[in-house]
């Protein structure tokens, strides 16, 4: 079970064949958040994400330079007894989750209503933004910034300053956009599918039940 999981988190979150480490980490913490929505605990210990993805090196600079080793530390140790999380392989350690997640929600007994709706177009906004965020990272670079000051004939350092400020904190806000955009729909295509499996799950016990 736990294969296919990860197989649809590929093709129906992803849209391809495998995820990278921002993408693993968010699924991983998505599955997190549904464990402890299933047991009624309180995540207000639980170290926010949204730290270990902004000091992933595309990123950090953005904030403050964090550094990824430390976060991911801090995250590790301020997850709830019974979740194992391995740094190193991560989709092993959502695979393991999942199964862990599904078969506890499918233990409720009760059949989900959850429709996954809007979740594509959940996915259009976040991959926009990153999209942007991509685009202003790669063309609004402070080398460009120098350039296009030459050529207007302003070369006053206080203007170049200024303008490198701008730039950075345009990509700020839009890393920023596309972190939330991204968690938001992450966190409504796991519940999906966990919901998904768990209803399967629970009509397979029925049907070995009442035949």
């Keep these: 079970m736990q294969e296919k999981f990860l197989?649809?988190?590929?093709?129906?979150?992803?849209v391809k064949q495998k995820m990278e480490t921002e993408e693993a980490l968010i699924i991983f913490d998505s599955l997190v958040n549904k464990y402890m929505k299933i047991l009624i605990l309180d995540g207000g210990d639980k170290c926010d994400i949204k730290?270990?993805?902004?000091?992933?090196p595309k990123y950090s600079k953005y904030f403050d330079n964090s550094d990824y080793n430390k976060e991911i530390k801090e995250?590790?140790?301020?997850?709830?007894?019974?979740i194992d999380f391995n740094e190193s392989n991560i989709e092993k350690s959502i695979s393991a989750l999942a199964k862990k997640v599904v078969l506890m929600q499918a233990e409720l007994g009760k059949f989900s209503k959850n429709s996954g709706i809007n979740i594509i177009n959940d996915r259009t906004n976040y991959t926009n933004n990153i999209a942007d965020f991509e685009?202003?990272?790669?063309?609004f670079t402070p080398e460009f910034i120098k350039q296009s000051l030459a050529k207007i004939g302003d070369d006053s350092k206080e203007s170049e300053e200024a303008c490198i400020k701008k730039y950075e904190y345009l990509c700020k806000n839009l890393a920023e956009s596309a972190i939330n955009d991204e968690l938001s729909y992450y966190q409504r295509m796991t519940d999906y599918l966990v919901?998904?499996?768990?209803?399967?799950?629970?009509?397979s016990r029925e049907e070995k039940v009442y035949g």
């Design 7 to 14: 197989e649809d988190i590929n093709k129906r979150l992803l």
């Design 75 to 82: 995250y590790k140790k301020s997850l709830a007894e019974g």
């Design 135 to 139: 685009f202003a990272t790669q063309k």
């Design 51 to 56: 730290k270990v993805i902004k000091s992933l």
């Design 195 to 203: 919901d998904f499996y768990a209803d399967n799950e629970i009509a």
